[in-house]
C-alpha cells in the first residue's frame, strides 16, 4: 500500500522561501507520476508541480519559475522548493502519486487532474503573511 507522508509547510512572509519533503513507502511501480497540488480555502484543488518517471515535469503557470520539484534517486523522496512566495500561494499542498500509467499523462504528467486514480498524503499547510 501506498502511503506518503508531508513535511515542511509552515508561515512566512511573502517573498521568502520554503521547502517541501513527501516520503513515499510501499510505492511499487516504474511507470508513473508524482507531484503536488495545493487546495486554498473556497477553492479547488489544484496542480502545483509534476514530474514523471522520465525526469519531466510540469508547473502550474502561476508558480513556474518559482517552484520547483525534485525527487531522489530511489523515488522515495519528492521536494517542492518554493521561492518568492505569494499570499495566493497559501493553501494545503498535499504530496500525490496517480496510479495511472505516466504514459496516457502526458509530457511531464500534465494531463493529470488528481481527480481519481489517485492516492493522497494528509497535507501539510502553507501560510503566507504581508
Known amino acids: 500500500q501506498v502511503q506518503l507522508v508531508e513535511s515542511g509547510g509552515g508561515s512566512v512572509q511573502a517573498g521568502g522561501s520554503l521547502r517541501l519533503s513527501c516520503v513515499v513507502s510501499?510505492?511499487?511501480?516504474?511507470?508513473?507520476?508524482m507531484g503536488w497540488f495545493r487546495q486554498a480555502p473556497g477553492k479547488d484543488r489544484e496542480g502545483v508541480a509534476t514530474?514523471?518517471?522520465?525526469?519531466?515535469?510540469d508547473y502550474h503557470g502561476s508558480v513556474r519559475g518559482r517552484f520547483t520539484v525534485s525527487q531522489d534517486n530511489t523515488k522515495t523522496k519528492l521536494d517542492l522548493q518554493l521561492n518568492n512566495l505569494r499570499l495566493d500561494d497559501a493553501g494545503m499542498y498535499y504530496c500525490?502519486?496517480?496510479?495511472?500509467?505516466?504514459?496516457?499523462?502526458?509530457?511531464?504528467?500534465?494531463?493529470?487532474?488528481?481527480?481519481?486514480?489517485?492516492?493522497w498524503g494528509q497535507g501539510t499547510q502553507v501560510t503566507i503573511s504581508t
Open positions: 514530474i514523471k518517471d522520465d525526469g519531466a515535469t
Open positions: 500525490a502519486v496517480s496510479r495511472l500509467p505516466s504514459i496516457i499523462l502526458g509530457r511531464g504528467c500534465r494531463n493529470w487532474s488528481g481527480r481519481e486514480h489517485t492516492t
Open positions: 510501499g510505492f511499487p511501480f516504474s511507470s508513473y507520476c
